[in-house]
Every structure is written in structure tokens, then in C-alpha cells.
């Protein structure tokens, strides 16, 4: 078997990752994207192991390890959302900029509009 082969597989694959991670909004998604590009990291690692006719298989043993930090990664990040989620009522990424809840930023902003027209009263008088 040819290198190239799943090589190019391996390259369509991160590409269309890449292309997950920048174009989509939908959290779940993001996530999706970036195991696509970790499944081709594998492909490239066991493939290249096949090719170079490793002792040792170091290409598979660094294979599991990326898998079990990508299995790791997965439960972290759909807990994380799925509380955010709950929290905020969406898993869109554009709505989700900052981490402050929104009660506290209209307060945050309320007392800043009083302190304001506070100044101005004092500047005015």
C-alpha cells in the first residue's frame, strides 16, 4: 500500500475539521470538527507506523493516548456546554462571548448609567 493514499485521506480529513471549527456557530458542532481532526492525526500516526516498519509501534501506542485525551476532551467539553447551555438558553458561539450571566452585566451596566448621570448632574449644578 502507498503512503499516499492515506495520507490525502488523512489531509481531507483535518481540512474538513478546519473548516468545522471556523465556519460553525453550534458548540456541538465545534466539537464534532475537532474530533475529525484528531481521527486524522490517528490515520496519519498508524499509517506512517505501517510505512517506517516500527518495532515498537510507537505510531499506535501514540494513537490510543490521543484517543483516550480525545474520549477525555469530549466529556469535559458536552459537560461544559450542556451547562452552558442551561445557563443561557443556547449553544450558539457568537451569543456565548463572555462568561459574566447576563443579570449581572444589565446590573453592572445600570450602576454605570446612574454614576454617569450622576457626574452630569454635578457637572451641570
Given at each position: ?19 468545522g471549527v471556523l465556519a460553525r456557530r453550534n458548540a456541538i ?34 494513537t490510543l493516548f490521543v484517543i483516550a485525551i480525545a474520549a ?34 444589565d446590573e453592572t451596566a445600570r450602576t454605570e448609567q446612574a ?11
Amino acid at each position: 500500500m502507498h503512503l499516499a493514499y492515506p495520507a490525502v485521506l488523512a489531509s481531507l480529513l483535518f481540512c474538513t475539521g478546519v473548516y468545522g471549527v471556523l465556519a460553525r456557530r453550534n458548540a456541538i458542532l465545534v466539537l464534532m470538527s475537532v474530533e475529525l481532526m484528531l481521527n486524522a492525526v490517528n490515520l496519519n500516526l498508524v499509517a506512517f507506523d505501517v510505512w517506517i516498519r516500527d518495532t515498537l509501534h510507537t505510531g499506535q501506542a501514540l494513537t490510543l493516548f490521543v484517543i483516550a485525551i480525545a474520549a477525555a476532551e469530549i466529556g469535559i467539553g458536552l459537560a461544559i456546554i450542556l451547562m452552558v447551555y442551561r445557563n443561557r438558553g443556547t449553544s450558539d458561539i457568537d451569543r456565548l462571548r463572555d462568561t459574566a450571566d447576563t443579570e449581572a452585566t444589565d446590573e453592572t451596566a445600570r450602576t454605570e448609567q446612574a454614576a454617569a448621570a450622576a457626574q452630569n448632574a454635578e457637572a451641570t449644578a
